[in-house]
């Protein structure tokens, strides 16, 4: 079985206690921050929902601070080291999926446009016609 690296994180639902995070399968040799593979099933990663909420609360941070600060804190708050290059990595991928996901449900919203138009001229176009003439009978 061939597998792709081309995998994507499952976006949480938001609940009222916080975030709820799902299992993941596992496509790649390196298991992701905030994840750990599960004992029964190796293909399976099971969230740590600590390490996920503190990467949430990370991204906050690097408004305001670097990548190699918020790295050092994310490490020494979940015991899990992350450097600041996996950290920047994982950041900007999650931004350009999100990035992605937004233009395709913009034109996914412009090609329901253009073929609500696209039919509502051909039912125009069509309308005056008689069905021997659409058909080409005489």
Request: aromatic share 10%; charged share 35%.
């Amino acid at each position: 079985m061939r597998t792709t690296k081309d995998w994507k994180l499952p976006v949480p639902e938001e609940t009222d206690e916080g975030f709820e995070w799902k299992p993941v399968v596992r496509v790649g040799r390196v298991i992701p921050f905030g994840y750990t593979q599960d004992e029964t099933d190796k293909d399976v990663l099971l969230p740590i929902v600590n390490e996920l909420d503190l990467l949430e609360q990370a991204k906050k941070y690097l408004k305001q601070y670097s990548y190699r600060d918020v790295a050092n804190w994310l490490s020494e708050q979940s015991g899990r080291y992350i450097s600041y290059v996996g950290l920047r990595h994982r950041v900007k991928l999650e931004e350009k999926r999100k990035r992605e996901a937004s233009n395709q449900r913009y034109l996914a919203k412009r090609y329901k446009e253009a073929l609500e138009k696209a039919e509502k001229i051909e039912a125009s176009s069509f309308s005056g016609r008689t069905q021997s003439t659409c058909t080409g009978e005489t």
